[in-house]
Structure formats: structure tokens, C-alpha cells
């Protein structure tokens, strides 16, 4: 039986579509670290107080993830992609037009709700419009927007940003609003999903009933808790070990060069590579980089460093996005995305933790990168289990 011919218009349609609101929705997840030092000035806001505004924005992933791609199942994933849209640009408006630490608060979790839900049908839609070949690169393609969204808002801190805060939620905000009427003229449906609309899908078989679910939460757990411990804790790390502030912003920035080109040429190896080799380079990749980043002890190595982290620790995570569709039948396809992304989203929580009190504890710097590396393992193992198994 042969395969469907593929529409390239309307793979590339979707792509460039999708890839748009990954680069907003990258460039938004940073906006909060931009805007901080004026925030924390306009609401006289101690470290305590603007570790809640940012935690306000990654709890509300969670449940966005979770009950966007339960909804895309139901409702179809243009649909909910265009809500989640409109609901983390009205809220970035929002966080611009705060008047006091609650209503900030509240809008940083609502965007963080509208985020969490474009997720998995951003990964829905590119999946089911590339078709199975080509799934890989496509998600890969999209997903790299995400990095080097968050690499224009490191690009912005490189540069001195000075003005008034709230013109980095103003950016955040408006761009997602005015591609809004784009997303409704010209994204397409999924016709994978048009095509079982009508069925009625058992979600505690088809998620729970195969080993597949438990294997790829381990793996995006962990993964992704390596992942922000880089993010949120990395320029400080540096800080400490010597660098200055804006040394630190150049390596961020190439972690986050690091993660776009890695995100799109995993995607790439993934589809031209067995999975199992795809998988052993990625983490052998973030465990070498996270020897790297607790031993280099100058700029130029500290660079490299940082380039590598972010190519195979973000680059990986989109290998998860890629490979995370192959596992699930069409009608609960979202769903499941989604729920491994929310189980990844805990990791996300749960890692910046974890370095804060093993650093409060006397661990260094090179000690909470790599006390990582168990994690790391455990998803590697995980993520091999899995490809073990036949996909759904």
C-alpha cells in the first residue's frame, strides 16, 4: 500500500505558520528575565516575590498542555491553536498594564496557560500536515523557533535593553494578536484529524494501556528538568564562577544558537539515522556539555560549552517533540503530546528547584551541573526502552 502524496504547500503553509507562533511563544517565555529588573523596580519587588512572578508563568504551562491537548482532539487543533494564541498575547498585554503583584501574577499564569496549550498542537499540526517521513525535520523545522525566539530576547539583553519594561510584554503581546487573522485565512486542519473527528477515543487504552506513555514521560521529565536548570539557573552559575554579567549573557546567547541549530539538525538525523543513535549522540552531548560548563574556566571554552548545551539539551527536547507523535493514533494524538509535555513542564519546575537548594547547601557551581547527570541517564534509558517498542 502506498503512502498519501503530501501537499508541499500545505506542509510548508503549516510550518511557516506554526514556525511563527513557536518564535513568539520563545520570545515570550524569556520576556519575564527581561523585564525583571524593571518590574522588580516598579512594584518594589524583592527575590522572593519575583521568584513567584516567574513561577507564575511555568505553573501555568501545566495545565494549558494538558487541557489544550485534550481539547485539540475534540475540537481540532486550529482551533485551539488559535485560543492558546489569542490568550497568551491578551495576557502578555496584560502583564504590561498590571497594577499591582496579584494582577501581575495572575496575568503571568494565564500566558502561561495560552502558551502551555500552543504546544502540543503546534507539534499536532506539523506532524500530521509533514506525514510520517517526514515528521522529524518538520517538527524540528517548527520547533527551532522556540530557541531562537528566546535568542532575540537574550539578543535584547546583550544590547543594554533600557527602555520601559512593559514594552517587552507590548512586542510579546501584539505579535501574536496581529498574526492572529493569518492563522485563521491560511493554517490548514489537519486532515488526519478531519478524517476521525467522529471517532470516540478510550484515553485510558490507547494512553495508559501501553508502556510507551510511562517510558516518554520518564525521558521529557528528565530532560527537560536539565534543560531549565540551564535556563534559569546557568548565568548565575557563571556569575559565580567568576564571569561577568555580560560575559554570561554571551554564553546564554549561544546556548540559545546552540538550541536552535541543534533543535533542526537532530531533526534532520533523526530521519536519516536509526532512533537509538539519534538518542545516544543527544545525551551523550548534554553530558559532555555539562562537564564542559563546570570546568572551563575561560570565555572562549565557556562559549563552546554553552553552544553544545544548548544544540544537545534543547535539540533533544525536540527530538521528544518529534518522536512523542509517532506513539499515539490520530484521536488521541494531542492528548498524549500534551500530557508528556505537562509531565516535562514538572521537570521544568522541579529542576531550578533542586539547583537552588543544592546550591544553598554548598554544592558549586560544577556540582549542580553535574549532579545532573543521573537525570540525564535515567531519561537516556528511558528514551531507549522506548524506541524499542512499536509505535502506535
Given at each position: ?15 511557516g505558520l506554526c514556525f ?215 548565568p548565575s552559575l557563571l ?154
Amino acid at each position: 500500500m502506498t503512502s498519501p502524496a503530501i501537499d508541499t504547500s500545505r506542509v510548508s503553509i503549516t510550518i511557516g505558520l506554526c514556525f511563527l507562533v513557536a518564535l513568539l511563544e520563545g520570545l515570550d517565555l524569556q520576556a519575564a528575565g527581561i523585564a525583571a529588573p524593571g518590574m522588580a523596580s516598579a512594584f518594589a519587588l524583592g527575590k522572593l516575590q519575583m521568584g513567584w512572578v516567574f513561577s507564575a508563568g511555568i505553573l501555568g504551562l501545566l495545565p494549558g498542555a494538558l487541557v489544550g491537548g485534550w481539547l485539540a482532539d475534540r475540537f481540532g487543533r486550529k482551533r485551539v491553536l488559535i485560543a492558546s494564541v489569542a490568550l497568551f498575547g491578551v495576557f502578555s498585554l496584560a502583564t504590561a498594564h498590571a497594577w499591582s503583584l496579584p494582577s501581575l501574577l495572575m496575568a503571568r499564569l494565564l500566558t502561561g496557560v495560552g502558551l502551555g496549550a500552543a504546544l502540543p498542537n503546534l507539534i499536532a499540526l506539523t506532524s500530521e500536515a509533514a506525514g510520517e517521513r517526514l515528521r522529524g525535520s518538520a517538527v524540528s523545522l517548527m520547533y527551532c523557533g522556540v530557541p531562537l525566539g528566546a535568542a532575540l530576547a537574550a539578543g535584547i539583553g546583550i544590547a543594554g535593553y533600557s527602555g520601559d519594561w512593559q514594552r517587552v510584554f507590548h512586542v510579546g503581546g501584539a505579535g501574536p494578536l496581529l498574526i492572529l487573522p493569518l492563522l485563521l485565512r491560511y493554517l490548514p486542519e489537519s486532515n488526519q484529524f478531519r478524517a476521525t473527528a467522529e471517532a470516540t477515543p478510550n484515553l485510558r487504552r490507547e494512553l495508559f494501556g501501553q508502556g510507551a506513555t510511562w517510558l516518554l514521560w520518564l525521558s521529557y521529565f528528565f530532560t527537560l528538568m536539565v534543560v531549565y536548570i540551564l535556563i534559569n539557573w546557568l548565568p548565575s552559575l557563571l556569575v559565580g564562577q567568576g564571569f561577568s554579567s555580560h560575559d554570561a549573557s554571551w554564553v546564554m546567547f549561544a546556548l540559545q544558537i546552540g538550541a536552535a541549530i541543534g533543535t533542526l539538525a537532530l531533526g534532520l538525523l533523526l530521519e536519516r539515522l536509526p532512533a537509538w543513535a539519534t538518542a545516544a549522540l543527544v545525551y551523550l552531548g548534554i553530558l559532555a556539555a555539562l562537564a564542559g560548563l563546570g570546568l572551563a574556566n575561560e570565555l572562549t571554552g565557556m562559549l563552546v560549552a554553552g553552544f553544545c548545551a544548548g544544540f544537545f539539551a534543547t535539540g533533544g527536547q525536540g527530538v521528544l517533540y518529534a518522536l512523542a507523535p509517532h506513539f499515539y493514533p490520530v484521536r488521541v494524538r494531542a492528548t498524549g503530546v500534551g500530557a508528556a509535555v505537562a509531565v516535562g513542564r514538572l521537570g521544568a519546575m522541579s529542576g531550578p528547584l533542586v539547583a537552588g537548594q543544592m546550591l544553598a547547601l554548598g554544592a558549586g557551581s560544577a556540582g549542580v551541573l553535574l549532579a545532573s547527570a543521573p537525570g540525564v541517564v535515567i531519561a537516556a534509558l528511558a528514551l531507549f526502552r522506548l524506541i524499542g517498542r512499536r509505535p502506535a
